[in-house]
């Protein structure tokens, strides 16, 4: 499977821990996204990366949300001190961008509960 | 910033009708408009996408127009099939930019 994958599938967490996703994306692409869904609403924009530099945080992105790409290839997504607030679908995609827009290339995302 | 409007929010057809789907976006500068599809646990899968500089495009049963005066792009689906039921969103973003989704169509076509 060469599509953008994410770790884990699924999250249950009690609030105050911390968490930590995983997102592999299709090889060649340069841009790595993360976006955060809830239920019954459109993809909301956190953060994006070009190879390893960090271009953008959203003011969605509190200081409890980091995230890395240290080597340009797999990305990370960590919420520290979890509050059921945070209860989502993380969602990551990728694509290759050489000047104009191209298309995401979505995970089946990683769905968080806080309890 | 980029805000982007959509609707229905629900839509249900009878199996072989059209359905269309309409957004509005608000960044003249914007000039880049896919159209995603979501099934139950999965991620958005990209079904067509258009640029600002082509009126309309056309990939078998589904087509997407855009107006760039008015601002408005809809996606077209014709002989709608039961599993074209699914949840779909537009999105909108200017050149080398982050995408900005709307809030989705659940569309239901029933056999």
């Known amino acids: 499977d060469t599509g953008v994958s994410q770790d884990p599938r699924h999250k249950i967490t009690k609030r105050g821990q911390n968490v930590t996703f995983r997102c592999d994306p299709i090889s060649e692409h340069n841009r790595l996204y993360w976006y955060r869904q809830t239920l019954g609403q459109g993809p909301e924009f956190l953060t994006y990366?070009?190879?390893?530099?960090?271009?953008?945080k959203s003011r969605l992105l509190s200081d409890r949300f980091s995230a890395e790409r240290p080597k340009g290839s797999f990305s990370t997504l960590e919420i520290q001190r979890t509050e059921q607030g945070d209860s989502a679908m993380y969602l990551c995609?990728?694509?290759?961008?050489?000047?104009?827009?191209?298309?995401?290339?979505f995970g089946n995302g990683t769905r968080l509960t806080v309890t | 910033g980029e805000n982007v409007e959509q609707h229905p929010s629900t839509l249900s057809v009878q199996e072989g009708d059209s359905a269309v789907i309409k957004c509005t976006y608000s960044d003249s500068a914007s000039n880049y408009f896919p159209w995603y599809k979501q099934e139950l646990g999965k991620g958005p899968q990209l079904i067509i996408d258009i640029r600002s500089n082509v009126g309309e495009k056309k990939d078998q049963r589904i087509a997407v127009t855009l107006n760039k005066t008015a601002k408005h792009f809809s996606l077209h689906i014709t002989e709608t099939q039961p599993e074209d039921s699914a949840v779909y969103f537009c999105a909108a973003s200017k050149s080398d930019d982050k995408l900005i989704f709307g809030t989705g169509t659940r569309l239901q076509v029933f056999p």
């Open positions: 990366f070009q190879n390893e530099a960090q271009l953008e």
């Open positions: 995609a990728s694509s290759l961008v050489a000047g104009l827009s191209s298309p995401l290339h």
